[in-house]
T-cell receptor
């Protein structure tokens, strides 16, 4: 089944403790991206990647890192999480950067205390 | 930068009626525009993509229009059903490769 898989689905952690949210897709998609969704603010793009080893900042990249060493994986790294990064995070992938539907994962709910 | 406005945060209609949702953008007309459906606690699901040279696109009970003069897209669900209740998001590209989303309109269809 074609899908985007995120792990973990839920995480409660403390300020400053590094964490990684993994994202994997099995559709051989070139384009992958991370979003965060907050009440009243909607979906905002954090980072995106057009292909292996090619990443770029979205609207709200501060406090986040990404890497794209393999086509299927696009982990989101919070080196020193802070409470303002408490949010619902979505990973998405698509065949290409333009004119393509995005396939989303089921989300990761992060709470930073 | 581009801004998207989905005019209504919430829309309540009766089963069988047509729901019409609006998406307005502020700056340049994008090459395409997309519509997604999002259910509570789930990721958005792609519904339709319409390109700038297409005035209208249909898929089953769904219809999308794209008016570059008005800088607006309309999303219609005909013969609406309670199962259509969800939040609907419009999205368009910025700077060619990033995708920005509107805040969404939550549709409630009552039986």
């Amino acid at each position: 089944e074609a899908q985007v898989t995120q792990n973990p689905r839920y995480l409660i952690t403390v300020t400053g403790k590094k964490l990684t949210v993994t994202c994997s897709q099995n559709m051989n998609h070139e384009y992958m991206s991370w979003y965060r969704q907050d009440p009243g603010l909607g979906l905002r793009q954090i980072y995106y990647s057009m292909n292996v080893e090619v990443t770029d900042k979205g609207d709200v990249p501060e406090g986040y890192k990404v890497s794209r060493k393999e086509k299927r994986n696009f982990p989101l790294i919070l080196e020193s999480p802070s409470p303002n990064q408490t949010s619902l995070y979505f990973c998405a992938s698509s065949l290409g950067a333009e004119n393509q539907p995005q396939h989303f994962g089921d989300g990761t709910r992060l709470s930073i205390l | 930068s581009q801004k998207i406005e989905q005019n209504s945060e919430a829309l309540n209609i009766q089963e069988g009626k047509t729901a019409t949702l609006t998406c307005n953008y502020t700056n340049y007309s994008p090459a395409y525009l997309q519509w997604y459906r999002q259910d509570p606690g789930r990721g958005p699901v792609f519904l339709l993509l319409i390109r700038e040279n297409e005035k209208e696109k249909r898929k089953e009970r769904l219809k999308v229009t794209f008016d570059t003069t008005l800088k607006q897209s309309l999303f219609h669900i005909t013969a609406s059903q309670p199962a259509d209740s969800a939040t609907y998001l419009c999205a368009l590209p910025e700077a060619g490769t990033a995708l920005i989303f509107g805040k969404g309109t939550t549709l409630s269809v009552s039986s």
